[in-house]
């Protein structure tokens, strides 16, 4: 391809030109260089989704695993201590490798496109995220497979985890395996934010931004305040096994509850990043599906900010059997179940907007009725254990086991597997299988129901969690082997989504740019978008730009096709402020992440290793940022 | 999809300082992650206070004089800082690359300094939970303070550069000293915490 000119304006050049100059400025390199250097937030967000669900897939094996064990009593499938390493495994790598990622990761995708953007603020942090997401989850699995994996349970408490009972380097690679999750985490919450706030089309003031781009806005603040608690926890436990620190040591002054504090003060949160951004996804797919725009717009975006500061004031209903003072109790119970309020507002206004609308039941609106229908059992649950006599009875219990799942698997991955196949076509050009995704609907819901729902029984009967078998005379054997079957169902509809999924990629129908006639900018490029996102940017004056002017999009010129241009507009009114450029393709994100690992493994064995590893993470940083002889430099 | 042009961007900048810049904003946000970590660094210290029968455990109080001078250089440093990213906002490029030497040098001078006050802590990491969480503050303090003046000393050198003289790196020198006057703010409450709470 032909160099493109200096100082050459989208303006001067005819459509089909302008597109080939886009294309050149934006373009990825192909071969080993494009797939180390990317900077394109689309192909890093699919790595990203790509690898987290490859993560869910190995999650649910070990959950098949312990259903295995578990279907009988005394039974004989897994050793106890490989018992302690799959739940470990299994509530780690689901929470840290899986849910957080990919929903940070569909942001990463759909953020800047929703915006009306050309890339992601800061797009070489974002391919940094994600070399050390991968890094802190193949650490987690190469131990795995060494027999070293965690066993202390997915929140790690002391003093099992600490230096006196915790032998080995089984609890340093869960702490260290925090650290990569929460730095790629962190990383993305920042070009987030600075996305959302900065780069947004012109005329897309704050009460016009989609309320998928406000979930995740708010997640990304959660994720922010709340992520340094579990990075100073982790850190303080690699320091007590390592160099003798006392944090948590009671004989020298340091306290057990105060790891629980500090893992919840993070850990009650986290629930709230995982399930933030599938709010926002219920949203777009319900406005779509339901044909009118989201019901009661202001007190969804509350909603969410409300949620948001809540989730910091609950953490301590995770304690409540640890003996704190009543009024602490009294205070925590109030606030989580306060929750349940900005919860209701949004069910409620989802409710009033399919009402009112004329639904259509595609895939993408199943999968989010069976979110609401199961998000409402959990919730109530949820409000159940906030009540501490009722916590006290069912504490460490398969109720809790129940109710968490209730609200993760169908408060997250439901409308995230709807946000799958709601967004499919727009990822890769392809529909995916309206039947097969029915299949696959009914059977995650009814397997999923099947398999959970009894865990309450079980938890009222006082099954405890994290047990690797059982004896005959409990009362539990028959609804586990029950739980154990209906597993299989669940399993059977993950089975058909991910057939459906990888063979849509090659044979499915081709997708239009806007197949589900949906009103939101990611819609307005093609299918899947070129690297340049639009070839012009848009100019937004209403909530539902694509159904405001329906075939045609309202767009600004002006910018320069030889340098990777995007538009800087104001916080609050979007008003265009800098034609900014956007940076090209680098390989020191991949260093800057190989140095980063080195360094955070090898500080598991000695302490020394963050000194001598701080000089090649330097050098990878200084590399990056040294500027180069592009036209993005210039000013 | 149809387009219809609304609007002319050809006259915008190309680069913009301050709440324009998206690397402002970054800072802003680093800067929110890394005080939430200081603040939840505190309040494990006034929690395991809080639960000592005394404070400090078994050690005596820390010495005042080298966190105290390192106190008073970073606040003498904030008025160079100052004057620094005033003249990056000129474009004034000399003296800027003056302002540059001058906070490479300040960075340095608290960073020595600060090499005293480990010792007059007066107390071991793996002493007691006491020293474990006074190091704790005054590591992750540091480790802020080295990261700066890393920053720092690379921007200094890039100043002299034929790359230096770009509007580009007086946003880059702005943003820098923004950071720095970050540091020096959160040395304040941790420097109270260290030295004064046990004295209160």
């Not at chain 1, 915006?115 to 070399?131: E, K």
């Not at chain 1, 779509?288 to 202001?298: D, E, H, I, W």
């Not at chain 1, 004329?358 to 229908?373: E, K, M, S």
């Not at chain 2, 999809?1 to 190309?14: E, N, Q």
Request: charged letters at 10%; a neutral charge.
């Amino acid at each position: 391809m032909s160099e493109v000119k200096p100082d050459t304006r989208d303006s001067e050049l005819a459509p089909p030109a302008l597109a080939a100059a886009l294309a050149e400025t934006w373009r990825t390199p192909v071969g080993l260089w494009g797939v180390l250097a990317a900077v394109d937030h689309k192909i890093i967000a699919r790595r990203y989704i790509v690898t987290a669900f490859a993560f869910l897939a190995l999650g649910g094996v070990l959950a098949l695993l312990m259903r295995l064990q578990l279907a009988q009593p005394e039974a004989r499938v897994l050793s106890p201590d490989r018992y302690n390493q799959i739940f470990t495994m299994h509530g780690t790598n689901m929470m840290f490798l899986f849910a957080v990622p990919v929903m940070e990761a569909m942001g990463v995708y759909l953020v800047p496109l929703m915006v009306g953007t050309r890339n992601i603020a800061f797009p070489r942090l974002n391919a940094f995220s994600y070399w050390i997401f991968l890094a802190g989850g193949a650490l987690l699995w190469i131990a795995f497979v060494l027999d070293m994996a965690p066993d202390v349970g997915w929140f790690a408490y002391v003093p099992l985890s600490g230096p006196q009972y915790g032998a080995g380097k089984r609890a340093d690679i869960w702490a260290q395996m925090i650290t990569f999750t929460e730095i790629a985490a962190l990383a993305v919450a920042v070009e987030i934010v600075v996305t959302v706030l900065k780069q947004r089309a012109p005329g897309m003031s704050l009460d016009r931004i989609p309320l998928f781009v406000w979930s995740m806005l708010v997640t990304s603040f959660v994720v922010i305040m709340a992520m340094p608690a579990i990075v100073f926890a982790s850190t303080s436990l690699i320091l007590d096994r390592l160099v003798g620190t006392h944090f948590f040591n009671p004989a020298e002054g340091g306290d057990v509850l105060l790891w629980q504090h500090l893992f919840w003060f993070f850990g009650h949160p986290e629930v709230y990043i995982i399930f933030l951004p599938a709010v926002g996804m219920v949203s777009a797919i319900i406005e779509t599906f339901a044909r009118r725009p989201v019901f009661g717009y202001l007190a969804m975006v509350m909603a969410l900010i409300a949620t948001s500061i809540l989730a910091f004031g609950l953490w301590v209903h995770h304690m409540f059997v640890t003996g704190l003072p009543r009024l602490g109790q009294s205070f925590f119970t109030a606030s989580s179940m306060s929750i349940a309020i900005p919860a209701g507002v949004q069910v409620f206004c989802w409710l009033a907007t399919l009402w009112d609308g004329a639904p259509v039941f595609r895939t993408p609106l199943l999968f989010v009725i069976g979110f609401i229908v199961t998000f409402v059992i959990g919730g109530l649950t949820g409000v159940m254990v906030a009540s501490v006599p009722f916590d006290t009875q069912v504490h460490d219990t398969y109720f809790v086991v129940a109710h968490f799942h209730y609200v993760l698997i169908g408060g997250a991955v439901f409308p995230l597997l709807g946000g799958i196949y709601y967004w499919f076509p727009k990822i890769t050009g392809r529909m995916m299988s309206e039947t097969l995704g029915k299949c696959s609907f009914w059977l995650i819901f009814v397997g999923f129901n099947l398999t959970f729902f009894p865990m309450h029984i079980l938890g009222l009967a006082g099954m405890p969690r994290r047990i690797y078998t059982y004896q005959p005379d409990m009362p539990w054997y028959g609804l586990n082997m029950f739980v154990s079957i209906s597993s299989l169902v669940l399993v059977a509809g993950f089975l058909v989504f991910f057939i459906d999924a990888i063979r849509s990629t090659r044979v499915g129908v081709s997708a239009a740019e806007n197949p589900w006639d949906a009103p939101t900018l990611e819609w307005a490029t093609a299918s899947p978008p070129p690297s340049y996102n639009f070839a012009e940017i848009p100019v937004v004056n209403g909530l539902s730009p694509l159904w405001d002017q329906p075939g045609c999009l309202m767009v600004a010129s002006g910018l320069r096709t030889d340098r990777r241009e995007l538009i800087v507009s104001t916080v609050a009114a979007a008003k265009p402020q800098v034609r900014e450029a956007s940076p090209r393709d680098s390989i020191w994100p991949f260093w800057a992440a190989v140095a980063t690992t080195v360094m955070l493994i090898g500080s598991i064995f000695t302490p020394w290793a963050v000194v001598w590893g701080s000089v090649p993470v330097a050098i990878a940083l200084i590399g990056w940022f040294w500027p180069k002889a592009t036209p993005e430099d210039e000013s | 999809m149809k387009t219809r042009v609304v609007a002319d961007f050809s006259g915008l900048p190309i680069h913009g300082f301050r709440s324009a810049s998206v690397t402002w904003w970054g800072t802003l946000a680093f800067m929110l992650i890394e005080a939430t970590g200081f603040a939840l660094v505190i309040a494990v210290y006034l929690y395991l206070m809080n639960l000592a029968a005394i404070w400090p455990i078994d050690a005596p109080k820390p010495n005042l004089l080298p966190g105290t001078l390192v106190t008073v250089i970073l606040l003498v440093s904030a008025i160079p800082n100052y004057l620094t990213s005033r003249w990056a906002e000129r474009e004034d490029f000399r003296r800027i690359r003056i302002g540059m030497v001058l906070m490479s040098v300040l960075g340095t001078v608290p960073l020595a300094v600060r090499a005293f006050e480990f010792p007059a802590l007066n107390v071991n990491w793996d002493s007691n939970a006491y020293g474990s969480v006074v190091w704790a503050l005054l590591g992750l303090h540091t480790a802020h303070l080295i990261t700066d003046l890393v920053d720092t000393l690379v921007l200094a050198a890039l100043m002299f550069t034929r790359k230096g003289d770009n509007v580009r790196r007086f946003g880059d020198v702005q943003d820098n000293a923004m950071y720095w006057n970050f540091v020096v703010v959160t040395w304040l409450p941790i420097y109270g915490c260290i030295y004064w709470i046990p004295r209160l």
